[in-house]
Each structure stands twice: as structure tokens, then as C-alpha cells.
């Protein structure tokens, strides 16, 4: 198909501030489809939900529409589909609604490739009932994560195993349909976290395997808050502290206080933003997202190609981004400048590509870089090679001044 990425910026009106954002992995812009959706759920009749008053009625479909969305997106049943403040916010509440289950003894799985929002929820759970945590290895060289390093910590006593469907640092790709396989074989659970995934590839929850699903969706152009997927039948068997007259149906047990529904309202409009994307297919919603992301996919791959091509012509850069399944994600230190330095010198041309170890304390940790990261370059389907060229342009320049402690 053809992607016309001129089109797609069009349809951003922040990129008209003519900035290059390479922060996508921290968040998005937002296109003017998902912003009318906004201000159209809070121009309308809104109340609590019901089935009286036009603005219940607003609210219930609303909801409804929300729920149908994401499960095209994430290719689970829209039952199971549950909103969270943040994807941070709903690993906290199913790690402290699973670990009522946890003994002393039990064992936890978390990876040292992931965001710490999918590894200290579990450590801390654990801890409080006396269970054990093991972290799986990636190899800091490759930047993989095999399954090997999972099955090797799998037992008899493991009760979950938490891992990221792509780290927000390097990108990397966990096979997680081989971990899956590896997870239930031992009897154990599989807490995925897509957050930075669900912005660069299809997903479907069936297929990987995994019993519960995080993700955002201002990660993939919406507004800011988390989605939780899982199997309705499994949300049944967790009783999570609620409120005595609040529902006890699933997934509304999960969901305390009343909705942000203006924001559930932008989250479907940016899953129909994302089926757009491939006006050539034909079928559902859930078809033409798979074909989206497909398009999605190759562009952004051919786009890091364009850039890995500039930044490895620069002398003293190292790109930490390596594996060979990997979202377009790079992290780059330099050898006599500091990440934070270039990110302030870039900021003055225009172009945003934050620095740091955005969360990822044991991933940068574990690749020699401390607690201060890298820069990271982040593509996103709207950036185009004018993006990449004054990216490398501007470090290009930047590698040319004097270092800070040369400067002092």
C-alpha cells in the first residue's frame, strides 16, 4: 500500500510548531481527529452512565465504543478491556489483587530489560507476602532477551512472569509467544507489558499468549491514560478492593470512580486514526489495523535505516540498539559529550530527542550506562527523513564543540 506520510502530518496540527519529534516513545502528538472527539464527548450531553438521559446514554455508548476499540486494537475481547489512569497505575492494582494469592516461597519473574512500572509493582507485591523475585538477563551486547533466560528461572513455585513486549529504551522484542508457551507449560501467569509496542506493531492477546496486557494510549496518538486486556473469565476469579455499591461486573470492578468518558471518546477516535492509515483494505476495523500497522512497520523500518545510515557515519557515537526484532527505537551515547548535553543542543534547532534512562533503570543499568542513559531517538509513523536529516545534522554539529569539561 501506499503510505503518504505528508497526508499523515497534515493531520497533526502540533507539527505545524515545526519542531522534529523524536520523543514518540514518551508520547505522541496528537492528530485533529482525536482532539475533536475530545471536545465533541464534553460539547454533548455527558453524565453518569445510564439509559434515561441523553447524556447517560452519551457516556454508556461512549464506553461501549472505547471497550470495541481496543479490543480490535489489541485483538482481545472487549469485555476484558480495562481503563487505568496509567499502565503504571493498573500493573499496581493487579499486582496487589494477584499477590492475595502468593505465599511465601512463591516466585516471581520480572525482566531486566523493562520499564520499572512492570518491575517494582512485583517486587514490592512480593515482598509483602515473603515471595521470591528472579530477574531474567538480556545480553547487553545483542540487546536480546532469549527465552532461554526465562525458562531457566521457571519452577514449579513460579507464579507470574512479567516482561516487556519491546523495551522503551532499545527497542528490543522479546519473543513472546515462545515465553508464553515456556510461562503455561510451568503452570504460571504472563504479564505483558505493551506499552511501548502497542505503537509500533499489531497485537493480538490470543496469539502472544499473554494473560494480562498493558499498554497506553498516548503512546499511540490518544489522550493520557492506561488499558489493561485480558480474559474476561480470568478478571473473574480477582477480586480487587472496590467500593460496596460500585459494579462487581467485569471488567467494571476493576475501573474505580467515575470515567474520564472524554477520554475514552479520543482513544477509540485514535484506533480509527490508526485503521485509516490503510485506506486500501477492505474489511473490519480489526483488518484494517493489521494492514495499518503492517504499512506502519515497514515505513518506520526504512526510516531507521535512513538514520542508522547518518548517525553511524559519526565518529565517537555508539548505538546501544541492537537486537534483531526491535521497534525503531535508538539509544545513542557519544564518547566525549554527554547524552543530556547533545538533548540541550538539539532542543536549540528544533529538534526533541530526549535524554536519559526514561524509566528503564535496570535495562540502562545493565548496559553499563548508570542511571543516566542515553539519548534516545525515537521515530513515530508522522516523522519523515527532513526529521532524520536535521537530527544528524544537529549531532553532526554538536559533536564538533568543545566537550563541557573543556569548557569550564
Not at 97 to 112: F, Y
Not at 234 to 250: C, E, G
Not at 338 to 361: E, N, Q
Request: hydrophobic residues 45%; negative net charge.
Amino acid at each position: 500500500m501506499t503510505y503518504d506520510v505528508s497526508a499523515l502530518r497534515a493531520q497533526f496540527p502540533a507539527l505545524k510548531a515545526g519542531i522534529a519529534h523524536f520523543d514518540g516513545p514518551g508520547g505522541t502528538q496528537t492528530p485533529t481527529p482525536v482532539i475533536k472527539a475530545i471536545a465533541d464527548a464534553l460539547g454533548n450531553p455527558l453524565s453518569v452512565r445510564g439509559t434515561v438521559a441523553p447524556g447517560e446514554v452519551n457516556a454508556e455508548r461512549i464506553v461501549a465504543d472505547f471497550r470495541r476499540a481496543m479490543g480490535d486494537l489489541l485483538g482481545a475481547d472487549p469485555t476484558g478491556i480495562v481503563f487505568g489512569r496509567s499502565a503504571t497505575q493498573l500493573t499496581y492494582d493487579l499486582a496487589r489483587t494477584l499477590s492475595t494469592r502468593w505465599t511465601a516461597g512463591d516466585e516471581i519473574i520480572v525482566s531486566r530489560l523493562d520499564h520499572d512500572a512492570n518491575i517494582r509493582p512485583w517486587i514490592q507485591a512480593a515482598e509483602r507476602v515473603g515471595a521470591i523475585v528472579r530477574f531474567a538477563e538480556f545480553d547487553p551486547a545483542t540487546g536480546e532477551l532469549p527465552p532461554e533466560a526465562v525458562a531457566g528461572l521457571l519452577t514449579r513455585r513460579t507464579r507470574l512472569v512479567a516482561v516487556t513486549g519491546a523495551s522503551n529504551l532499545i527497542g528490543t522484542r522479546p519473543d513472546l509467544a515462545a515465553i508464553a508457551t515456556l510461562v503455561h507449560e510451568a503452570g504460571a501467569l504472563l504479564h505483558v507489558d505493551a506499552v511501548h509496542l502497542a505503537a509500533h506493531a499489531a497485537i493480538d492477546v490470543r496469539r502472544l499468549g499473554a494473560d494480562f496486557l498493558v499498554c497506553s494510549a498516548y503512546k499511540f496518538f490518544g489522550p493520557h491514560h492506561g488499558v489493561l486486556a485480558a480474559d474476561p473469565a480470568l478478571l473473574d476469579t480477582l477480586r480487587p478492593d472496590k467500593l460496596a455499591p460500585s459494579s462487581d461486573a467485569v471488567p467494571e470492578r476493576f475501573e474505580l470512580g467515575t470515567l474520564p468518558y472524554e477520554a475514552m471518546a479520543g482513544t477509540t477516535a485514535a484506533v480509527d486514526f490508526i485503521a485509516d492509515i490503510a485506506p486500501e483494505r477492505d474489511g473490519g476495523r480489526r483488518d484494517r489495523l493489521e494492514s495499518a500497522y503492517a504499512a506502519i512497520e515497514s515505513y518506520e523500518s526504512s526510516l531507521r535505516e535512513v538514520a542508522e545510515h547518518g548517525l553511524y557515519a559519526l565518529d565517537g557515537v555508539t548505538c546501544h540498539s541492537r537486537a534483531a526484532n526491535r521497534t525503531p527505537t535508538l539509544l545513542l551515547t557519544f564518547q566525549d559529550h554527554a547524552a543530556a548535553d547533545a538533548y540541550r543542543f538539539l532542543g536549540t534547532l528544533g529538534v526533541h530527542a530526549p535524554a536519559g534512562s526514561f524509566y528503564a533503570l535496570e535495562a540502562s543499568r545493565h548496559l553499563g550506562l548508570g542511571d543516566i542513559g542515553g539519548l534516545r531517538v525515537g521515530l513515530s509513523p508522522y516523522n519523515d527523513v527532513e526529521d532524520v536529516e536535521r537530527l544528524v545534522a544537529g549531532l553532526t554539529t554538536f559533536l564538533k564543540t568543545p566537550p563541557a569539561r573543556d569548557r569550564l
